[in-house]
């Protein structure tokens, strides 16, 4: 059993255990990082794993290093996965860009602490929201998915591999300290029944293989060293060819390719659920550990005669735009609880865009946010809002 | 109904693993809902740590521990910090070795056993959590104490179970004696 990639069966494990089982479920087989509380369970757990299932795990000298090896590997042919915190998560952030510029799929698992710099090792937070979308410079898109439960962690894992090979870039969990130390029911189907992508790789002929000419999906075949197709990996502003070109046009011609094979396919990427929206007049938007602050709050003003819905955001980025446009017509308010002191809320009053009242519950971090404290600003701005 | 546990101690006491062997217990062998959480500072052994348990029969929202109506204390610093939390009519259970409570209230039921020393007898006191998890299967009616036993045993090192089950066993008969003694005081 144990050299099974996929343990079949109930568990009773974390939420970082579970993103490791995820992580070999979509078939990732190399991991490289460094060990940094509260994402050492990640690690530790692909330490033992991988090797179990033909993989490799290599402890790096830091997280810079840990990245370029994850771009590496993922060349090479295998998925790749990485797990970090906050410390880690910004010596991440130029390789990152590499992974982007150069179209590479892997993932990567961050278990938000409390920070700045070092912070609260042991203590949650949710405040790396926006260096998700913009850490590393430049302008591209980018894909984070934020887990609100251990289930949830093995299952965003497994569909954060799945949207880095489809759309080649590197994929964010956004996992915090509290769903990765909680333990919980954690069920793991068969093998079978877990949808696992592939990357696009090329069909044409190795002569005719332009390695960044994105197809009708917007997205371009990868072909990995030892394939047989000349490729160039740089950072560098590059041409469909992969060969470095100092122009204007070769830029706008390349990032707008990274921005619009996101855009889109944002469709087949934004992933939300709803609860009691029907009559909902203030709603809660909520994302990662803060969902469970959030329903806990909905189901007490719920029993008190409060209109309340919920949008649980499985993707933050990209953002639901749209959706939240629409909503924001017709409720009277969007509340965000986040752990952090405005981050996520931004975007939401962005595409909120004045139709309604938009209000973050948020603090610094160490805890997850109070559901009363959720209850107490829907009282707040029902009072604003008469 | 959701129950609310609460373990405190230091670390290198198996906190943790106590709170994890509960919910385990509940989730996969009493096939409830369980969630443990765990709070520790940065160093590893020696600072104060706690494991929160919460058991339900529905999935468990909120997995804070916030009015607990069962306290486990392994540690006096860890009794002081919390025992003011634990609600009226809640048990509280604690190493009686390890811990003096200055007042207790008399809302609460109070159970305490010398787990520390009873393992330290039995050749490990690394096993004084597994006495107590024994204790509490007698004391408390939070999961099967056939569960609990199974999730103890799976979650030892296998070298290491007949021994870890001994001392389950020692704490749960160290508990079903304290409430047979009880029961006759009130007959």
């Not at chain 1, 909503?327 to 986040?338: D, W």
């Not at chain 2, 787990?115 to 004084?128: D, H, L, S, V, Y």
């Amino acid at each position: 059993m144990a050299s099974k990639a996929v343990l079949t069966g109930t568990h009773f494990m974390n939420g970082d255990e579970a993103c490791a089982e995820g992580a070999l479920a979509a078939g990732c087989r190399f991991f490289a990082g460094y060990p940094i509380t509260p994402a050492t369970e990640v690690a530790e757990r692909m330490s033992r794993r991988l090797p179990q299932v033909g993989g490799m795990y290599i402890q790096m000298e830091d997280e810079i290093a840990s990245m370029a090896a994850l771009l590496g590997a993922s060349w090479g042919g295998k998925k790749a996965m990485t797990s970090t915190s906050g410390p880690g998560f910004s010596l991440m952030m130029e390789n990152l860009g590499l992974g982007i510029i150069t179209e590479t799929p892997c993932v990567v698992c961050n278990v938000q602490r409390g920070g700045p710099s070092t912070g609260l090792p042991t203590l949650v937070g949710q405040a790396d929201m926006m260096q998700a979308r913009w850490g590393s410079h430049g302008h591209y898109e980018i894909i984070a998915l934020c887990p609100s439960s251990p289930q949830e962690m093995f299952d965003f894992t497994i569909r954060a591999f799945n949207l880095s090979e489809r759309f080649r870039l590197p994929v964010l969990v956004m996992a915090d300290e509290v769903v990765g130390h909680m333990n919980e029911r954690v069920l793991i189907p068969e093998e079978g029944a877990i949808e696992v992508v592939e990357r696009k790789r090329p069909t044409c002929a190795p002569g005719q293989f332009l390695p960044y000419r994105p197809e009708a999906d917007g997205v371009a075949p990868m072909a990995c060293f030892g394939d047989g197709y000349r490729i160039h990996v740089t950072g560098l502003t590059h041409g469909e060819n992969g060969y470095p070109a100092m122009e204007d046009r070769a830029q706008e011609r390349m990032v707008n390719s990274l921005v619009n094979k996101i855009k889109m396919n944002r469709d087949a990427i934004i992933s939300y659920e709803t609860e009691y929206l029907d009559d909902a007049e203030v709603v809660l938007v909520a994302y990662g550990i803060s969902v469970r602050s959030a329903r806990r709050a909905l189901r007490m003003g719920r029993d008190r005669g409060l209109r309340l819905g919920l949008v649980k955001l499985n993707t933050v980025w990209p953002f639901p735009e749209e959706f939240i446009r629409g909503l924001a017509g017709r409720v009277r308010a969007l509340i965000m609880p986040e752990i952090n002191l405005g981050q996520m809320v931004l975007e939401l009053e962005r595409c909120a865009g004045g139709r309604c009242p938009v209000r973050l519950v948020g603090h610094a971090g160490g805890s997850i946010i109070r559901p009363g404290v959720i209850l107490s600003a829907v009282e707040d701005i029902r009072k604003e809002a008469v | 109904m959701e129950t609310e546990i609460l373990i405190t101690g230091f670390g290198g006491q198996g906190i943790v693993l106590t709170g994890n062997i509960l919910g385990m217990a509940a989730t996969l062998y009493d096939n409830r809902h369980a969630t443990m959480t765990q709070s520790y500072g940065p160093e590893a052994r020696g600072g104060s740590c706690s494991s929160q348990v919460v058991i339900s029969d529905e999935p468990i929202l909120f997995p804070y521990v916030e009015n607990p109506q069962v306290m486990i204390c392994m540690s006096q610093a860890g009794f002081q910090k919390n025992c003011a939390m634990l609600q009226e009519g809640g048990a509280m259970l604690w190493d009686s070795d390890l811990v003096k409570p200055a007042e207790l209230s008399d809302q609460w039921r109070c159970y305490n056993i010398p787990a520390t020393r009873f393992a330290e007898e039995m050749g490990n006191k690394m096993m004084a959590n597994i006495v107590m998890l024994g204790f509490v299967a007698a004391v408390c009616a939070l999961v099967d104490p056939e569960s609990l036993r199974q999730a103890v045993l799976e979650s030892v090192p296998p070298k290491t179970r007949d021994k870890n089950a001994a001392a389950f066993d020692r704490g749960r008969e160290y508990g079903g004696e304290i409430l047979k003694g009880r029961a006759r005081q009130e007959h």
